[in-house]
């Protein structure tokens, strides 16, 4: 079974400063998938960054980052120079590859607010 | 807007009463999914649909909860004879087959609260 573990139920950062979101996984499959999405008030999900299990460099996109490391099982989500309109949920997740199975299994989430 | 849409967003209901619920996906896609999420939890599996075929089922779906997507486009989640329990946001995704991540897109969900 996939279990993803996010133990920050919530951060507060001063604006335009860096924060890390803590994300650990357990699985027993070779492959597989990791995403981070952002759930705003208004509750719709908002893909921000996948990093597949066989990716040798961290992902990136724009301000957001991927810190992986597999031996640790964890996939850690970098914001650079944080916005005020990056306050949030975010949701750590993760997807099996392999052929039939396509759900994600999602962490509880973290609770990001942003300080003028 | 050529995103997720769902209908309606917000239905409150009395226990005991069926409840259904609209998912449009982007149009392109051919897969699309069904979560669950209560109040300060993420979002759980419940079913998805390549083109109208349901593949795969959570033991989270009881017998009161059927899915359909009957032309490969739009699906309906109906929840029968509704319980107190069953409130949570459902959410709806799609995605299409050969992306190489198959990155799903998600609505804006339906609010159900069961009185």
């Known amino acids: 079974a996939q279990k993803i573990t996010q133990t920050q139920p919530g951060m507060f950062v001063q604006e335009k400063e860096a924060v890390t979101l803590d994300c650990t996984y357990d699985?027993?499959?070779?492959?597989?998938?990791l995403f981070w999405y952002k759930q705003p008030s208004s509750g719709e999900m908002i893909f921000l960054i996948y990093?597949?299990?066989?990716?040798?460099q961290n992902a990136t996109e724009g301000r957001y980052s991927l810190n992986f490391q597999k031996a640790r099982k964890s996939a850690n989500l970098v914001i650079s120079a944080s916005q005020l309109g990056d306050s949030a949920m975010y949701f750590c997740?993760?997807?099996?590859?392999?052929?039939?199975?396509?759900?994600?299994?999602f962490g509880q989430g973290t609770r990001l607010t942003i300080n003028p | 807007d050529t995103g997720v849409s769902q209908d309606p967003r917000h239905k409150i209901t009395k226990r005991g009463q069926n409840v259904t619920f609209r998912c449009d996906p982007i149009?392109?896609?051919?897969?699309l999914y069904w979560y669950r999420q209560t109040l300060g939890q993420g979002p759980e599996f419940l079913t998805y649909?390549?083109?109208?075929?349901?593949?795969?089922k959570s033991r989270l779906l009881s017998d009161r909860f059927s899915a359909e997507r009957p032309k490969g486009s739009f699906s309906t989640l109906e929840i029968q004879r509704t319980e107190q329990g069953d409130s949570a946001m459902y959410l709806c995704?799609?995605?299409?087959?050969?992306?190489?991540?198959?990155?799903?897109?998600f609505g804006p969900g339906t609010r159900l609260t069961v009185l």
């Open positions: 149009s392109e896609h051919n897969r």
């Open positions: 649909f390549q083109n109208e075929a349901q593949l795969e």
């Open positions: 990093q597949g299990s066989y990716d040798e």
């Open positions: 997740a993760m997807r099996s590859i392999i052929q039939g199975a396509q759900k994600l299994v």
């Open positions: 995704a799609s995605s299409f087959m050969g992306k190489s991540y198959n990155e799903q897109f």
């Open positions: 699985t027993s499959d070779q492959s597989y998938g």
